[in-house]
C-alpha cells in the first residue's frame, strides 16, 4: 500500500498548468513541522520542519488553483512517486512527489462583505 497523509502549510501559490482538453495539473510545496519539546535532562530539541512537493490533477488541480494559497493550511491524501531525470547540463537528479487524490482547506474562509449581510452563513465550497 502507498498512502501518505499530510497536514501542512502551502509554501508558494500554486503552479497550474493546463494540458490537451482542458486538463490541468497543479504543483506546490507543502511543509509540515514536528513541534520541538524539551527532554528531562533540560536538552531542547528543536521544531524540524520537512518540505514536499505536492502534484494534484484534473478537477483537484483547478479547485487548487481557484482556492488555495501561499500560508493556507491543508489536508493532503495521496500517495508517493519517486521520478528521475536529467538536467541541461545532463547530470541525474531525482524528485519524491506526493500525488494528490484527496485535499481539504483547513484555513478559516476571509469573511467577505455578503458573509456579513447573510448573518455569517457558510458558503460551499
Not at 490537451?20 to 514536528?34: G, I, M, R, Y
Amino acid at each position: 500500500m502507498n498512502k501518505v497523509m499530510l497536514i501542512g502549510n502551502v509554501g508558494k501559490d500554486p503552479v497550474v498548468t493546463y494540458y490537451d482538453t482542458d486538463q490541468a495539473t497543479a504543483t506546490f510545496p507543502l511543509a509540515t513541522t514536528e513541534k520541538g519539546y524539551t527532554l528531562q535532562n533540560g536538552t531542547q530539541v528543536p521544531d524540524r520542519t520537512d518540505w514536499h512537493n505536492i502534484v494534484l490533477w484534473r478537477g483537484l488541480a483547478k479547485v487548487a488553483e481557484k482556492y488555495v494559497h501561499k500560508g493556507d493550511k491543508l489536508y493532503i491524501e495521496g500517495r508517493l512517486r519517486y521520478r528521475s531525470y536529467d538536467d541541461k547540463n545532463g547530470v541525474r537528479k531525482y524528485v519524491t512527489e506526493i500525488v494528490g487524490e484527496n485535499m481539504e482547506l483547513l484555513s478559516p474562509k476571509p469573511a467577505s462583505a455578503s458573509d456579513t449581510q447573510e448573518g455569517g452563513a457558510e458558503r460551499p465550497f
